[in-house]
């Protein structure tokens, strides 16, 4: 059983030789490329999907700051909107009161004229009256301009009146 | 089981060619195809068969499957269990060898299990053929990756120049001892195998008697399917020992040679 047939031997020898040589360039070559490919392949599509991952998980972040920022603008709009709003109402208030107050008094002051208007001319008038009356009475032409001094004087003892 | 110049067919056997001895050196080659002799070369034409359609439909299908994956899962560990561990990168060069010799062997064991197949692996001198060209491939790898130089400054082990008469033949003996290694344990393995096998049918013949044949028959299967088993683990266990000692000729700083995995 342990004689070495060195026919055997070469047979062996001879056979392997052939075979790696053969299998090399038919088999186990193109063999590891295809594994060497299809591994390159797979770490790039992993790598690839890391890539877009992260990328979508970023933009999904500014989205979200976007859509944050968009919600603070709008209210600070709204608010100064509101701000701006009350201020205008405000002031059209006061200067719709200023206005009136102003309308009213400005009447008022023309009503006064017109009353003190009338009153010089009742003072006139009366005293012209008197003064006639007057001289009617006493029959006496009297110095006009002195009595219509007297009458004055008269007219202003009355109350006011 | 032996080797013999007949092959068994269903119903008889064949009478296999004999060619003339040639005589070579005062060494006699009976090149015959012998029982084993076919089965080698049956075995080389199923692998490359296997092999090549594999290649075949893995270049052309992008996803592997069916027939073809399972010779891809065992290049694949061949590549990354075997190789790239022992010889690190530098191991793709000699991955075609290593497959060969893995796919080659694992056949040769399994062509035994058919019935009426025949283990060349069984047979010592098909079993050294392997080992010389794994010893060859071991020094050339070494030479390779050190150059002349320094893979013969190796041998001298690195001690003082007077030990040399002493260390060189230990070292070259150590050179010579790990294919002798690989020989003997495929060839004990696959050949143990077979010896159980027909021990456990023999127990018929001592007993003489029919009642123990389930008992023979019974622990029969369970051998052949440790057989099986065998087959593979000792065509796995061969590559990755040549990947091994090829390894350690690639980095001698390593040079834990004399770790050798047992059986």
């Known amino acids: ?161 | 089981m032996k080797n013999s110049m007949e092959l068994e067919i269903p119903g008889g056997h064949i009478e296999l060619p004999h060619l003339p001895p040639i005589e070579v050196a005062g060494v006699t080659f009976d090149l015959s195809i012998s029982k084993h002799v076919f089965f080698l070369l049956l075995a080389a034409l199923v692998v490359t068969i296997v092999a090549v359609y594999a290649a075949r439909k893995n270049q052309k299908n992008k996803v592997p499957s069916g027939f073809a994956n399972l010779v891809e899962i065992f290049v694949l560990f061949i590549r990354d269990e075997v190789a790239l561990p022992t010889m690190g990168k530098g191991g793709i060069k000699y991955l075609p060898f290593l497959l060969t010799t893995f796919f080659f062997i694992l056949v040769m064991n399994l062509a035994g299990l058919v019935p009426y197949g025949a283990t060349s692996t069984s047979n010592v001198s098909v079993t050294a053929g392997l080992a010389f060209v794994a010893f060859i491939m071991i020094q050339v790898t070494a030479i390779r990756a050190q150059g002349l130089k320094h893979y013969l400054a190796h041998l001298t082990g690195g001690v003082h120049w007077a030990l040399w008469p002493i260390m060189i033949p230990v070292e070259i003996l150590g050179l010579f001892t790990k294919p002798f290694a690989l020989c003997m344990r495929l060839f004990a393995n696959m050949t143990g195998g077979h010896i159980v096998l027909l021990a456990l049918v023999g127990l018929i013949l001592l007993f003489q008697s029919a009642a123990v044949a389930p008992l023979s028959i019974l622990f029969g299967v369970g051998i052949n399917m440790l057989e099986l088993f065998v087959a593979l683990l000792q065509a796995y266990i061969f590559t990755m020992l040549t990947a091994l000692f090829m390894g350690f000729g690639m980095q001698p700083e390593h040079g834990d040679e004399h770790a050798e995995g047992a059986r």
């Open chain 1, 1 to 161: 059983m342990f004689d070495i047939n060195p026919g055997l031997m070469v047979w062996t020898i001879a056979t392997f030789v052939v075979l790696v040589l053969v299998l090399s360039k038919y088999a186990w070559k193109p063999l590891l490329k295809v594994l060497q490919e299809r591994e390159d392949g797979i770490r790039q599509a992993l790598e690839q999907a890391d890539r877009a991952r992260s990328e979508a998980a970023d933009l999904a972040k500014q989205n979200e700051k976007n859509l944050a920022q968009a919600e603070e603008e709008y209210q600070r709009i709204i608010r100064e909107g509101k701000t701006l709003a009350d201020k205008l109402r405000e002031e059209i208030v006061v200067k719709a009161r200023q206005q009136a107050q102003r309308e009213i008094q400005q009447v008022k002051e023309e009503i006064q004229r017109d009353i003190d208007a009338a009153r010089q001319q009742l003072r006139v008038e009366v005293a012209d009256l008197a003064i006639q009356a007057a001289g009617k009475i006493l029959d006496e032409t009297l110095d006009a301009q002195k009595h219509r001094k007297l009458v004055d004087n008269f007219l202003n003892q009355l109350p006011k009146n």
